[in-house]
């Protein structure tokens, strides 16, 4: 008696993020790219209507807060230091540029 159980058969060779992109492709062949932008579209309106704005805050405020923590543990609490410096010297280095430029405008003008 042998029977072939689905746990006995041999796996086909494909994963299944690979019959995934296969599919994926094959409806991006045949519907083209715009089909995607339009049930997405539809997907986010109806989303919108189920849920209304304050969901959207909700999830963004999620989202947020993983992608900060994420961000926290990958390069540790300094980073943000590292970083608002450099944000402030850019700032400072813009005012000094625009300065200047007004300066060199002010006396080709006057």
Do not use: C, N, W
């Not at 309106?45 to 959207?56: P, S």
């Amino acid at each position: 008696m042998s029977s072939t159980s689905p746990q006995s058969e041999k796996p086909s060779g494909m994963s299944v993020r690979e019959a995934g992109q296969k599919g994926g492709q094959s409806v991006k062949e045949k519907y083209g790219a715009s089909f995607y932008e339009e049930i997405g579209r539809k997907g986010g309106l109806a989303t919108k209507q189920a849920h209304g704005h304050a969901f959207y805050e909700q999830i963004g405020k999620k989202g947020g807060k993983k992608g900060g923590e994420a961000t926290r543990d990958r390069y540790g609490p300094d980073f943000y230091e590292r970083i608002g410096q450099k944000g402030g010297q850019r700032v400072k280095h813009l005012i000094e540029e625009g300065k200047r430029a007004a300066d060199a405008r002010a006396k080709r003008v006057g």
